[in-house]
Structures are given as C-alpha cells and as structure tokens.
C-alpha cells in the first residue's frame, strides 16, 4: 500500500463539516475511477511536549489517503496533473479550502 498524509489549516472562514464533505465526494470520485482505494477521517493535530515534536509546521488538521499499489497510485497523479472536466472542480473545491498544505508520502514495506 502506498499512504499520502495531507496536513493542513482549514481557509478563513471554512467549517469542518464542509471540508469532509467534499473530501467525501472526492474520495467516493476517485474510489469510483479506481484511482484511490480509501481515504481515512479528517484528524485534529494533538499538541504535546513530547509526542508531536514538528515544531516546523503550525497544521491543525490531517488525513491520509491510501493507494493499492504504485500502478494506482501513478494512475491518480497523472490523471490530476490532465485537465479533467468536472472533476477538477471536485478536486479544486478541496483545495480551496486549506491552507498551507503539506504531503508526505511512503510505502509499506
């Protein structure tokens, strides 16, 4: 499996029940084209002195997608990286309401 983990601030003025829904409807979009196999509930970063050590990033919030296989996983970034219609709009409403994104992103091994 391949995991992408976003982090991020939800844009001025965005409410987080919004945001998962269209994170809902973009991850059922591309679970529907077999270009994602699922992607897990938007988290709340948990501050402590000890456990969350990223003193670099001020992200409040993450979620992680997961691909099947590197096959599935190129498949989705060359098909985001082409225009795409409708879907784009989909992709872009998401966009729009974070701010400063971060992904990371590694295979199980």
């Given at each position: 499996?391949?995991h ?33 196999h ?10 402590h ?61």
């Amino acid at each position: 499996m391949i995991h992408m983990l976003t982090t991020f601030n939800l844009a001025q003025g965005v409410q987080l029940e919004d945001f998962r829904a269209l994170l809902e409807a973009f991850t059922r979009l591309m679970c529907g084209k077999d270009m994602l196999h699922e992607t897990g509930p938007v988290g709340r970063r948990l501050r402590h002195p000890i456990m969350d050590t990223d003193t670099a990033n001020h992200h409040e919030f993450f979620f992680e997608m997961t691909f099947r296989d590197r096959q599935q996983f190129d498949a989705a970034v060359k098909y985001m990286q082409k225009p795409l219609g409708a879907d784009a709009e989909t992709h872009e409403l998401v966009y729009a309401k974070v701010t400063d994104p971060v992904f990371s992103c590694w295979e199980d091994g």
